[in-house]
């Protein structure tokens, strides 16, 4: 059974620093791994993607301010958060891609970026 484990999350404040870390298992040809984040009342956006080939993105609202990182012999991902603001506050989804274009998602973990 697939599973995608994530920790990391909690509360912090403004101008503080977390680090998500998600661990997938049972997923064969990882292509991409990332992160999205859902913030009360809005839409799921993409946070950071590490592409296959050491490629990476961020959305423009993080860019210069969060680190996407992979360890790829042990399927993890991270997310490392610095200058976090109350605007960053969401729960944090891993997402794993495969080469097959199958998608799996992490079961979230809350980010809390207090003023």
């Known amino acids: 059974q697939v599973q995608l484990v994530e920790s990391g999350g909690g509360l912090v404040q403004a101008g503080g620093s977390l680090r998500l870390s998600c661990e997938a298992s049972?997923?064969?040809?990882?292509?991409?791994m990332g992160w999205y984040r859902q913030a009360p009342g809005k839409q799921r956006e993409l946070v950071a993607v590490?592409?296959?080939?050491?490629?990476?993105h961020y959305a423009d609202s993080v860019k210069g301010r969060f680190t996407i990182s992979r360890e790829n012999a042990k399927n993890t991902v991270y997310l490392q958060m610095n200058s976090l603001q109350p605007e960053d506050t969401a729960v944090y989804y891993c997402?794993?891609?495969?080469?097959?274009?199958?998608?799996?998602w992490g079961q979230g973990t809350q980010v809390t970026v207090s003023s």
């Open positions: 590490s592409a296959s080939g050491g490629r990476t």
């Open positions: 049972r997923i064969f040809s990882i292509s991409a």
């Open positions: 997402n794993v891609a495969d080469y097959n274009d199958r998608q799996y």
